[in-house]
């Protein structure tokens, strides 16, 4: 078959065209699965999207002319967002922040690109820069978070939000009441390093950095070595446990054990008495802490440095996969094609995403159209948890910088009209049951050549999906889908791999060898058949 330079095919086919002796009579009929939270399971390959919850309070309460809080957030919304297969809702920034990091921000106005533009009245602290784990009274409160929770799982949707293990906001009360909860000079670090460390009454505390990383200044860094302060941290977990689904856990790896030794050393020692350093590993138990409340409470991980299976072994449901990201930016087909080969126990558990708040949006960093949309399915049908930023849907190009609580109308930050409708396609053909909870696996590409021949191709990918996933059918769903990530056309074979199954189940092959079996492209309007093991396009 043919495929276009940066093009993509999701070929769909209902079991009455597949396995007509396998159904009856009757038209199939295709249920969307349901999802009683908390404790029913979530799909296979969940999707995410998430919500800068102060700039859509902020841009309500413009719409409203009077202060809006979380229970102005409207039906509408929440049902567009249950209506477009979404699984999980991610709710940044509820926390409380105070006035030392909206001070630091509002001097940030000058410097950062994000922020151009803006005035300081639409400047705001930084989210991570958390000074107790309440809702603040702007937003309605913990009551207001409770409703809006409530009215999202109504809808079949779990609620995930913030958890930063590594540091809290220079004015929290821990600073004055539980200093020893905090990492602090103990000789001449501040002297060797001042850029890290700002005084405090009679403390030299450490601004919360990672091993690699410039420190974030208005932050002070948690000295996981001291009990008490893991206590206090698992006692934080556990109320969020009763009040949402999930946490995302803002650069989860910088509490794992090795990365706090490396970084901070003997301080991590208590000031009382060194031997009651504690240096056990801190998130399975904050994991267990936090399911004693909640048992399908889930916990996802920011990582990066390759800490990803390491924090899976230790309780995490999904961590981040930046490598897939920096590969599709860098258009790297052959680097995709082998972290799509890489085990499913660990694919399963990654995020894939094509942008978020940490990094540019999708529409200014793939500005061809077409590579955008060929990414786009790559991320959103491979396995694992799929992250939708709020506005990437849509085609925005501006990165909102999180110490402002504005964006632009969506006028004024949308180049491309045509992303919006084409991503509106792409999530209606993704919630099929086979895309989203049905069995995966890889198809075997060949690329055909001028002399006729054919070599295995790695620029070029295609998988399938088929539901039930034991394979025995009835079928009600099979879905291949084949990318081309190169910029030149291709002409590639695509072959069926022997997709082995439980049970004494027919393999994938067996059910397909011999037929012609239609397909329909659900991105545009190709058409391609299965002759046995292979697919022609027509």
Not at 251 to 262: D, G, I, K, N, P
């Amino acid at each position: 078959m043919g495929t276009h330079a940066r093009s993509a095919l999701l070929l769909a086919a209902l079991a009455a065209t597949l396995l007509p002796t396998r159904l009856d009579s009757a038209a199939p009929v295709l249920r969307t699965r349901q999802i009683s939270l908390p404790n029913a399971p979530l799909p296979k390959r969940p999707l995410l999207m998430q919500l800068n919850t102060r700039i859509i309070v902020a841009e309500l309460s413009q719409s409203l002319g009077q202060p809006a809080s979380l229970d102005d957030i409207p039906d509408a919304m929440l049902d567009d967002l249950a209506g477009s297969g979404f699984h999980i809702v991610y709710l940044l920034g509820v926390w409380r922040t105070g006035a030392f990091g909206l001070n630091k921000s509002k001097k940030l106005l000058a410097q950062d690109p994000c922020m151009a533009g803006f005035s300081e009245e639409q400047v705001g602290s930084s989210p991570f820069a958390i000074t107790e784990y309440a809702v603040p009274e702007e937003l309605g409160g913990d009551d207001a978070l409770s409703r809006l929770c409530a009215r999202i799982r109504s809808r079949r949707m779990r609620v995930v939000v913030d958890f930063v293990p590594n540091h809290v906001a220079i004015d929290h009360p821990w600073v004055a009441t539980h200093p020893h909860f905090l990492i602090k000079s103990r000789s001449d670090e501040h002297v060797r390093d001042p850029g890290s460390y700002f005084e405090s009454g009679a403390n030299m505390f450490a601004f919360g950095r990672g091993l690699l990383w410039e420190p974030w200044e208005d932050t002070v860094q948690l000295n996981y070595g001291e009990p008490e302060l893991r206590t206090a941290m698992c006692e934080i977990l556990r109320k969020i446990a009763g009040m949402v689904d999930g946490v995302r856990c803002d650069v989860a790896m910088l509490v794992e054990q090795e990365l706090l030794l490396s970084t901070w050393g003997s301080q991590l020692e208590p000031e009382r008495d060194a031997s009651l350093q504690d240096t056990s590993e801190f998130w399975p138990t904050a994991c267990s802490e936090a399911r004693r409340v909640n048992p399908t409470f889930l916990f996802i991980a920011e990582s990066y440095w390759e800490r990803e299976q390491a924090l899976m072994n230790k309780g995490f449901d999904f961590c981040y996969d930046k490598v897939f990201y920096d590969r599709l930016v860098q258009g790297d087909g052959e680097g995709i094609d082998h972290l799509l080969s890489l085990g499913r126990d660990y694919q399963d558990k990654l995020v894939r995403f094509l942008e978020n708040h940490d990094e540019d949006r999708a529409a200014a960093v793939f500005t061809n159209p077409d590579q955008h949309m060929a990414a786009a399915v790559l991320t959103f049908t491979s396995p694992g948890l799929h992250f939708v930023h709020d506005g990437q849907q849509t085609g925005r190009r501006r990165r909102i910088s999180m110490h402002i609580m504005r964006r632009l109308p969506e006028d004024q930050d949308v180049g491309d009209e045509q992303l919006k409708p084409r991503y509106k396609t792409l999530l209606k053909a993704v919630r099929g049951a086979a895309l989203r909870d049905g069995a995966w696996e890889r198809c075997h590409v060949y690329e055909r050549l001028g002399d006729g021949s054919e070599t295995p191709c790695t620029r070029a990918m295609a998988h399938l999906c088929w539901s039930p996933p034991e394979g025995g059918g009835p079928f009600t769903e099979i879905v291949v889908c084949v990318v081309n990530y190169s910029p030149i056309p291709l002409n590639v074979r695509i072959a069926v791999t022997e997709c082995g199954t439980q049970n004494g189940a027919k393999t994938i092959t067996e059910l397909l060898t011999g037929r012609v079996c239609f397909l329909s492209d659900r991105l545009g309007s190709r058409n391609v058949d299965i002759h046995g093991e292979s697919l022609t396009s027509k």
